[in-house]
Protein backbone atom coordinates (compact mmCIF):
# COMPACT_ATOMS: atom_id res chain seq x y z
CA UNK A 1 0.00 0.00 0.00
CA UNK A 2 1.52 3.38 -0.98
CA UNK A 3 1.35 5.92 1.69
CA UNK A 4 0.34 9.49 2.03
CA UNK A 5 2.52 12.60 2.84
CA UNK A 6 0.48 14.73 5.05
CA UNK A 7 0.81 18.46 3.86
CA UNK A 8 3.22 20.92 6.01
CA UNK A 9 0.56 21.48 7.74
CA UNK A 10 0.74 18.02 9.59
CA UNK A 11 -0.86 18.06 13.21
CA UNK A 12 1.63 19.83 16.27
CA UNK A 13 1.62 19.46 19.34
CA UNK A 14 3.37 22.25 21.60
CA UNK A 15 2.78 21.58 24.76
CA UNK A 16 5.80 21.80 26.87
CA UNK A 17 5.29 19.82 30.10
CA UNK A 18 4.75 15.92 29.71
CA UNK A 19 1.35 14.87 29.86
CA UNK A 20 -0.13 10.74 31.32
CA UNK A 21 -3.13 9.83 31.86
CA UNK A 22 -4.71 7.46 34.53
CA UNK A 23 -8.00 5.87 33.16
CA UNK A 24 -10.14 2.99 34.66
CA UNK A 25 -13.48 1.95 35.64
CA UNK A 26 -15.21 3.83 38.40
CA UNK A 27 -14.33 3.21 41.83
CA UNK A 28 -11.38 1.58 41.13
CA UNK A 29 -8.94 3.97 43.27
CA UNK A 30 -7.99 6.35 40.35
CA UNK A 31 -8.29 9.42 42.77
CA UNK A 32 -6.54 7.59 45.77
CA UNK A 33 -3.60 6.44 43.23
CA UNK A 34 -3.25 10.63 42.83
CA UNK A 35 -3.49 11.15 46.24
CA UNK A 36 -0.60 9.04 47.02
CA UNK A 37 1.41 10.37 43.86
CA UNK A 38 1.19 13.72 44.84
CA UNK A 39 3.73 13.72 48.10
CA UNK A 40 5.94 11.18 45.96
CA UNK A 41 6.15 13.96 43.37
CA UNK A 42 6.33 16.34 45.29
CA UNK A 43 9.31 15.54 47.63
CA UNK A 44 11.00 14.36 44.13
CA UNK A 45 10.65 18.19 42.81
CA UNK A 46 8.03 17.56 40.31
CA UNK A 47 6.66 20.72 39.37
CA UNK A 48 2.72 19.11 38.37
CA UNK A 49 -0.55 19.65 37.84
CA UNK A 50 -4.04 17.41 37.58
CA UNK A 51 -6.77 17.86 35.17
CA UNK A 52 -9.78 15.77 36.47
CA UNK A 53 -12.68 14.12 34.12
CA UNK A 54 -15.60 13.76 36.44
CA UNK A 55 -18.92 11.84 34.76
CA UNK A 56 -21.67 13.91 36.51
CA UNK A 57 -20.33 16.07 38.95
CA UNK A 58 -16.58 17.79 40.66
CA UNK A 59 -16.16 15.64 42.99
CA UNK A 60 -12.69 14.23 42.27
CA UNK A 61 -11.26 18.24 41.43
CA UNK A 62 -13.02 19.41 44.41
CA UNK A 63 -11.25 15.93 46.68
CA UNK A 64 -7.86 17.12 45.88
CA UNK A 65 -8.38 21.02 45.88
CA UNK A 66 -9.34 20.31 49.63
CA UNK A 67 -6.48 17.55 50.32
CA UNK A 68 -4.23 20.00 51.20
CA UNK A 69 -1.81 17.86 49.54
CA UNK A 70 -1.87 20.66 46.43
CA UNK A 71 -2.02 24.41 45.64
CA UNK A 72 -6.02 24.36 44.67
CA UNK A 73 -4.83 26.25 41.93
CA UNK A 74 -2.92 22.83 40.40
CA UNK A 75 -6.03 20.90 40.23
CA UNK A 76 -8.66 21.56 37.60
CA UNK A 77 -12.17 19.84 35.81
CA UNK A 78 -13.29 18.98 32.72
CA UNK A 79 -17.21 18.02 31.71
CA UNK A 80 -17.32 14.78 29.66
CA UNK A 81 -20.76 15.30 28.40
CA UNK A 82 -21.85 11.99 29.57
CA UNK A 83 -19.23 10.95 27.18
CA UNK A 84 -15.75 9.60 29.83
CA UNK A 85 -14.44 7.94 26.39
CA UNK A 86 -14.70 10.72 24.02
CA UNK A 87 -13.44 13.24 26.72
CA UNK A 88 -10.04 11.73 26.74
CA UNK A 89 -10.20 9.77 22.95
CA UNK A 90 -12.26 10.91 20.12
CA UNK A 91 -12.37 14.66 21.25
CA UNK A 92 -9.99 15.53 24.10
CA UNK A 93 -9.54 19.33 23.14
CA UNK A 94 -11.40 20.23 26.21
CA UNK A 95 -8.75 18.63 28.12
CA UNK A 96 -5.70 19.77 25.95
CA UNK A 97 -7.36 23.12 26.50
CA UNK A 98 -7.41 22.76 30.08
CA UNK A 99 -3.49 21.59 29.71
CA UNK A 100 -2.52 24.15 28.39
CA UNK A 101 -4.45 26.65 30.54
CA UNK A 102 -2.59 25.05 33.46
CA UNK A 103 1.00 25.13 32.01
CA UNK A 104 0.10 28.95 31.13
CA UNK A 105 -0.73 29.47 34.66
CA UNK A 106 2.35 27.95 36.56
CA UNK A 107 5.29 28.53 34.23
CA UNK A 108 8.03 25.63 34.78
CA UNK A 109 5.39 22.89 34.56
CA UNK A 110 6.62 19.66 34.23
CA UNK A 111 4.01 17.29 34.40
CA UNK A 112 0.41 17.32 33.55
CA UNK A 113 -1.73 14.14 35.32
CA UNK A 114 -5.07 13.41 33.21
CA UNK A 115 -7.48 11.82 35.74
CA UNK A 116 -10.54 10.07 33.63
CA UNK A 117 -14.05 10.24 34.75
CA UNK A 118 -14.28 6.33 34.38
CA UNK A 119 -15.81 4.36 32.35
CA UNK A 120 -15.63 0.23 31.33
CA UNK A 121 -12.74 -1.55 29.99
CA UNK A 122 -13.15 -0.14 26.66
CA UNK A 123 -11.61 3.38 27.43
CA UNK A 124 -8.10 4.39 25.91
CA UNK A 125 -6.51 8.00 25.49
CA UNK A 126 -6.02 9.66 22.32
CA UNK A 127 -2.13 10.21 22.06
CA UNK A 128 -3.20 13.78 20.82
CA UNK A 129 -3.79 14.60 24.69
CA UNK A 130 -0.95 12.39 26.64
CA UNK A 131 2.86 10.85 26.21
CA UNK A 132 1.71 7.91 28.40
CA UNK A 133 -0.90 6.30 30.22
CA UNK A 134 -1.93 3.64 32.56
CA UNK A 135 -4.98 1.90 32.79
CA UNK A 136 -6.36 1.08 36.28
CA UNK A 137 -8.67 -2.16 37.36
CA UNK A 138 -9.10 -3.53 41.23
CA UNK A 139 -9.34 -6.77 42.69
CA UNK A 140 -12.81 -6.24 43.75
CA UNK A 141 -14.13 -5.62 40.60
CA UNK A 142 -13.69 -9.60 39.88
CA UNK A 143 -10.73 -11.49 38.98
CA UNK A 144 -11.66 -12.33 35.30
CA UNK A 145 -11.00 -8.15 34.19
CA UNK A 146 -7.65 -8.59 32.78
CA UNK A 147 -9.26 -12.10 31.10
CA UNK A 148 -12.06 -10.09 29.09
CA UNK A 149 -8.85 -8.18 27.69
CA UNK A 150 -10.47 -4.39 27.26
CA UNK A 151 -8.65 -1.78 25.23
CA UNK A 152 -7.52 -0.27 28.24
CA UNK A 153 -6.18 -3.55 29.74
CA UNK A 154 -4.61 -4.65 26.60
CA UNK A 155 -3.04 -0.94 25.66
CA UNK A 156 -1.98 1.06 28.34
CA UNK A 157 1.63 2.03 28.76
CA UNK A 158 0.62 0.21 32.36
CA UNK A 159 -1.74 -1.95 33.69
CA UNK A 160 -2.34 -0.85 37.68
CA UNK A 161 -4.40 -3.64 39.71
CA UNK A 162 -4.88 -1.65 42.69
CA UNK A 163 -6.77 -2.40 46.01
CA UNK A 164 -4.41 -5.66 46.28
CA UNK A 165 -5.42 -6.14 50.17
CA UNK A 166 -8.81 -7.09 49.20
CA UNK A 167 -8.40 -10.19 47.32
CA UNK A 168 -8.77 -12.41 50.29
CA UNK A 169 -12.00 -11.12 50.97
CA UNK A 170 -13.68 -11.05 47.87
CA UNK A 171 -12.41 -14.26 46.74
CA UNK A 172 -10.04 -13.64 44.37
CA UNK A 173 -6.45 -15.76 43.71
CA UNK A 174 -4.11 -12.37 42.91
CA UNK A 175 -1.76 -14.42 42.11
CA UNK A 176 -3.74 -15.76 39.08
CA UNK A 177 -4.90 -11.99 38.51
CA UNK A 178 -1.50 -10.25 37.80
CA UNK A 179 -0.70 -13.55 35.86
CA UNK A 180 -3.65 -13.11 33.66
CA UNK A 181 -3.04 -9.93 33.66
CA UNK A 182 0.89 -10.39 32.01
CA UNK A 183 -0.33 -13.04 29.80
CA UNK A 184 -2.78 -10.98 27.71
CA UNK A 185 -0.41 -8.11 27.67
CA UNK A 186 2.28 -9.38 25.73
CA UNK A 187 5.35 -8.38 28.19
CA UNK A 188 3.70 -4.87 28.93
CA UNK A 189 3.90 -4.26 33.05
CA UNK A 190 1.38 -4.60 35.37
CA UNK A 191 1.64 -3.40 39.09
CA UNK A 192 0.06 -4.13 41.97
CA UNK A 193 -1.11 -1.45 44.40
CA UNK A 194 -2.60 -0.42 47.72
CA UNK A 195 -3.74 3.68 47.70
CA UNK A 196 -4.84 3.02 51.18
CA UNK A 197 -1.28 1.68 52.43
CA UNK A 198 1.08 3.35 50.07
CA UNK A 199 2.12 -0.33 48.31
CA UNK A 200 4.21 -0.13 45.65
CA UNK A 201 3.27 3.96 45.19
CA UNK A 202 7.22 4.87 44.80
CA UNK A 203 7.39 2.20 42.19
CA UNK A 204 4.24 3.91 40.34
CA UNK A 205 6.33 6.54 40.82
CA UNK A 206 9.37 5.94 39.48
CA UNK A 207 7.61 3.88 36.38
CA UNK A 208 5.87 7.20 35.50
CA UNK A 209 9.16 9.41 35.61
CA UNK A 210 10.78 7.04 33.53
CA UNK A 211 8.59 6.63 30.95
CA UNK A 212 8.02 10.26 30.64
CA UNK A 213 11.91 11.62 31.13
CA UNK A 214 11.96 13.17 34.56
CA UNK A 215 13.45 11.03 36.40
CA UNK A 216 15.29 12.48 39.69
CA UNK B 1 -15.39 21.25 -4.74
CA UNK B 2 -12.80 21.97 -1.96
CA UNK B 3 -14.89 24.34 -0.09
CA UNK B 4 -17.78 21.78 -0.31
CA UNK B 5 -16.20 19.24 1.24
CA UNK B 6 -14.32 21.48 3.74
CA UNK B 7 -17.67 22.31 4.60
CA UNK B 8 -18.46 18.73 5.03
CA UNK B 9 -15.25 18.17 7.30
CA UNK B 10 -16.34 21.02 10.05
CA UNK B 11 -20.19 19.97 10.28
CA UNK B 12 -18.85 16.49 11.12
CA UNK B 13 -19.74 16.37 14.81
CA UNK B 14 -16.67 13.73 14.73
CA UNK B 15 -13.96 16.97 14.28
CA UNK B 16 -12.40 17.37 17.78
CA UNK B 17 -14.00 20.61 18.82
CA UNK B 18 -15.26 19.88 22.62
CA UNK B 19 -18.71 20.35 21.19
CA UNK B 20 -20.04 17.11 22.61
CA UNK B 21 -19.80 18.66 26.18
CA UNK B 22 -22.18 21.69 25.70
CA UNK B 23 -25.77 21.29 26.28
CA UNK B 24 -26.52 24.87 25.87
CA UNK B 25 -28.88 24.87 28.67
CA UNK B 26 -31.16 22.27 27.09
CA UNK B 27 -29.69 19.83 30.06
CA UNK B 28 -31.13 22.41 32.46
CA UNK B 29 -34.61 22.62 30.48
CA UNK B 30 -35.25 18.95 29.89
CA UNK B 31 -34.62 18.59 33.28
CA UNK B 32 -37.35 19.99 34.20
CA UNK B 33 -40.14 17.88 33.81
CA UNK B 34 -40.13 14.05 32.75
CA UNK B 35 -42.76 14.31 30.07
CA UNK B 36 -41.17 16.03 27.00
CA UNK B 37 -43.02 15.17 23.67
CA UNK B 38 -40.72 14.37 20.49
CA UNK B 39 -42.91 17.62 19.32
CA UNK B 40 -42.41 19.70 22.44
CA UNK B 41 -38.29 18.92 21.86
CA UNK B 42 -38.55 20.28 18.32
CA UNK B 43 -40.52 23.02 18.85
CA UNK B 44 -37.58 24.11 21.48
CA UNK B 45 -34.82 22.96 19.19
CA UNK B 46 -36.40 25.54 16.41
CA UNK B 47 -37.26 27.98 19.18
CA UNK B 48 -33.30 27.55 19.65
CA UNK B 49 -32.65 28.12 16.01
CA UNK B 50 -34.56 30.88 15.23
CA UNK B 51 -34.60 33.09 18.43
CA UNK B 52 -30.75 32.32 19.14
CA UNK B 53 -28.67 30.65 17.19
CA UNK B 54 -29.50 32.61 13.65
CA UNK B 55 -30.18 36.35 15.46
CA UNK B 56 -26.85 36.00 17.60
CA UNK B 57 -24.28 33.43 16.80
CA UNK B 58 -24.90 33.20 12.98
CA UNK B 59 -25.19 37.38 12.61
CA UNK B 60 -21.21 37.44 14.70
CA UNK B 61 -19.93 34.97 12.48
CA UNK B 62 -21.18 36.04 9.48
CA UNK B 63 -19.64 39.74 10.67
CA UNK B 64 -16.53 37.29 11.44
CA UNK B 65 -16.32 35.98 8.14
CA UNK B 66 -16.70 39.00 6.12
CA UNK B 67 -13.76 40.71 8.44
CA UNK B 68 -11.52 37.84 8.82
CA UNK B 69 -8.61 39.56 7.56
CA UNK B 70 -9.11 42.61 9.93
CA UNK B 71 -8.01 41.37 13.61
CA UNK B 72 -9.14 44.43 15.28
CA UNK B 73 -12.35 44.48 13.93
CA UNK B 74 -12.56 40.45 14.87
CA UNK B 75 -11.79 41.83 18.29
CA UNK B 76 -14.31 44.32 17.99
CA UNK B 77 -17.02 41.64 17.10
CA UNK B 78 -15.87 38.97 19.76
CA UNK B 79 -16.24 41.97 22.71
CA UNK B 80 -19.97 42.53 20.85
CA UNK B 81 -20.93 39.01 21.24
CA UNK B 82 -19.69 38.82 24.91
CA UNK B 83 -21.32 42.27 25.50
CA UNK B 84 -24.45 40.75 23.51
CA UNK B 85 -24.22 37.16 25.76
CA UNK B 86 -25.86 38.05 29.37
CA UNK B 87 -26.28 34.70 30.47
CA UNK B 88 -22.92 34.11 31.94
CA UNK B 89 -22.95 29.63 31.21
CA UNK B 90 -23.81 30.33 27.76
CA UNK B 91 -21.20 33.04 27.54
CA UNK B 92 -18.35 31.09 28.83
CA UNK B 93 -19.54 28.14 26.91
CA UNK B 94 -19.12 30.05 23.94
CA UNK B 95 -15.53 31.05 24.79
CA UNK B 96 -14.80 27.81 26.04
CA UNK B 97 -16.08 25.97 23.27
CA UNK B 98 -14.10 28.43 20.99
CA UNK B 99 -10.88 27.60 22.20
CA UNK B 100 -11.24 24.27 22.15
CA UNK B 101 -12.15 24.28 18.75
CA UNK B 102 -8.84 26.60 17.70
CA UNK B 103 -7.29 24.32 19.59
CA UNK B 104 -7.82 21.44 17.05
CA UNK B 105 -7.46 24.19 14.07
CA UNK B 106 -4.23 25.50 15.80
CA UNK B 107 -3.11 22.04 15.98
CA UNK B 108 -3.87 21.41 12.22
CA UNK B 109 -2.16 24.59 11.26
CA UNK B 110 -5.36 25.73 9.17
CA UNK B 111 -4.41 28.93 7.79
CA UNK B 112 -4.54 31.81 10.13
CA UNK B 113 -5.45 29.20 13.50
CA UNK B 114 -2.24 29.55 15.07
CA UNK B 115 -1.96 33.33 14.91
CA UNK B 116 -5.49 33.32 16.61
CA UNK B 117 -4.57 30.40 18.74
CA UNK B 118 -1.31 33.10 20.09
CA UNK B 119 -4.04 36.21 19.80
CA UNK B 120 -6.30 34.11 22.47
CA UNK B 121 -3.18 33.27 24.83
CA UNK B 122 -2.25 36.96 24.89
CA UNK B 123 -6.20 37.46 25.75
CA UNK B 124 -6.01 39.95 22.55
CA UNK B 125 -9.49 38.25 21.23
CA UNK B 126 -12.10 36.18 23.71
CA UNK B 127 -12.70 33.16 21.11
CA UNK B 128 -16.37 32.95 20.99
CA UNK B 129 -17.30 30.24 19.28
CA UNK B 130 -19.21 32.14 15.86
CA UNK B 131 -16.20 34.33 15.70
CA UNK B 132 -13.35 31.97 15.48
CA UNK B 133 -15.53 30.00 13.42
CA UNK B 134 -16.41 32.71 10.77
CA UNK B 135 -12.40 33.60 10.70
CA UNK B 136 -11.04 30.00 10.06
CA UNK B 137 -13.58 28.87 8.27
CA UNK B 138 -13.46 31.70 5.36
CA UNK B 139 -9.68 31.26 5.41
CA UNK B 140 -10.44 27.31 4.53
CA UNK B 141 -12.50 29.11 1.23
CA UNK B 142 -16.03 28.56 2.78
CA UNK B 143 -18.03 31.29 1.53
CA UNK B 144 -20.48 32.59 3.58
CA UNK B 145 -23.50 30.87 3.24
CA UNK B 146 -21.31 27.43 3.59
CA UNK B 147 -19.59 28.99 6.80
CA UNK B 148 -23.62 29.77 7.96
CA UNK B 149 -24.85 26.18 7.17
CA UNK B 150 -21.90 24.65 8.31
CA UNK B 151 -22.02 26.11 12.28
CA UNK B 152 -26.23 26.12 11.68
CA UNK B 153 -26.34 21.73 10.95
CA UNK B 154 -23.12 22.09 13.75
CA UNK B 155 -25.65 23.33 16.64
CA UNK B 156 -28.78 21.57 15.22
CA UNK B 157 -27.28 18.23 15.18
CA UNK B 158 -25.34 18.96 19.09
CA UNK B 159 -28.64 19.38 20.50
CA UNK B 160 -30.00 16.32 19.14
CA UNK B 161 -27.22 14.06 20.36
CA UNK B 162 -27.24 16.20 23.98
CA UNK B 163 -31.42 15.10 24.14
CA UNK B 164 -30.15 11.34 22.80
CA UNK B 165 -27.26 11.15 25.48
CA UNK B 166 -29.84 12.45 28.25
CA UNK B 167 -32.37 9.42 27.57
CA UNK B 168 -35.29 11.96 25.94
CA UNK B 169 -35.17 11.39 22.62
CA UNK B 170 -34.10 7.57 21.01
CA UNK B 171 -31.32 8.39 18.11
CA UNK B 172 -33.69 8.06 15.07
CA UNK B 173 -36.13 10.21 16.52
CA UNK B 174 -33.65 12.91 17.25
CA UNK B 175 -32.42 12.46 13.34
CA UNK B 176 -36.68 12.78 13.08
CA UNK B 177 -36.16 16.19 14.33
CA UNK B 178 -33.15 17.17 12.63
CA UNK B 179 -34.62 16.40 9.34
CA UNK B 180 -37.42 18.01 9.57
CA UNK B 181 -35.91 21.30 10.97
CA UNK B 182 -33.31 21.16 7.76
CA UNK B 183 -35.42 23.51 6.30
CA UNK B 184 -35.86 25.68 9.29
CA UNK B 185 -31.73 25.95 9.10
CA UNK B 186 -32.07 26.91 5.54
CA UNK B 187 -34.44 29.83 6.14
CA UNK B 188 -32.94 31.42 8.79
CA UNK B 189 -29.62 30.71 6.56
CA UNK B 190 -31.08 32.79 3.78
CA UNK B 191 -32.10 36.06 6.09
CA UNK B 192 -29.41 38.79 5.43
CA UNK B 193 -26.95 40.20 8.02
CA UNK B 194 -25.96 43.89 7.74
CA UNK B 195 -22.96 44.57 8.52
CA UNK B 196 -23.55 46.79 11.47
CA UNK B 197 -26.31 44.37 13.03
CA UNK B 198 -25.82 43.43 16.28
CA UNK B 199 -25.96 40.14 17.79
CA UNK B 200 -29.70 39.61 20.01
CA UNK B 201 -31.93 36.54 21.48
CA UNK B 202 -34.79 35.95 23.09
CA UNK B 203 -34.56 32.58 24.67
CA UNK B 204 -35.55 33.65 28.75
CA UNK B 205 -36.80 30.52 29.76
CA UNK B 206 -33.92 28.67 28.48
CA UNK B 207 -31.51 30.94 30.04
CA UNK B 208 -32.83 30.68 33.22
CA UNK B 209 -32.81 26.77 33.21
CA UNK B 210 -29.24 27.44 31.90
CA UNK B 211 -28.48 29.45 35.64
CA UNK B 212 -29.94 26.82 37.35
CA UNK B 213 -28.41 24.33 35.69
CA UNK B 214 -24.80 26.20 36.48
CA UNK B 215 -25.83 25.63 40.50
CA UNK B 216 -26.47 22.01 40.38
CA UNK B 217 -24.24 19.07 41.74
CA UNK B 218 -25.39 16.79 39.78
CA UNK B 219 -24.49 18.09 35.60
CA UNK B 220 -23.27 16.03 32.44
CA UNK B 221 -23.29 19.21 30.46
CA UNK B 222 -20.73 22.44 30.58
CA UNK B 223 -23.49 24.25 30.27
Given at each position: MQSIELSNEAPTAAPAAARIGIGGPVGCGKTALIERLIPVLQRRGINFAVVTNDLVTKEDALRLQR???????RVSAVEAGACPHTVIREDPTLNIAAGDEMERLHPGLELVIFESGGDNLASTYSLDLVDWWMFVIDVAGGDDIPRKRGPGVLRSDLLVVNKVDLAPHVGVDLDQMLADARSVRNGRPVLATNARTGQAIEELADIILHAVLLER | MQALLHMLWQSDSAFPSGAFAFSHGLEGALG?????SIHRIAALFATILRHRWSTADRVILVQAHRHADDRRRLAAIDRQFEAASLTEPLRVGSRRQGRAFLTSHARLRSPGAPALKEALDRKEILGHLPVLQGAIWRQLGMDERQASLAAGYAALSSLASVATRLGRLGAIQAHAIVRDLLPVLDQTVAQPVGDDAMPSSFVPWLEIMALEHAQADLRLFVN
Open positions: SGLIDPT | VKEDW
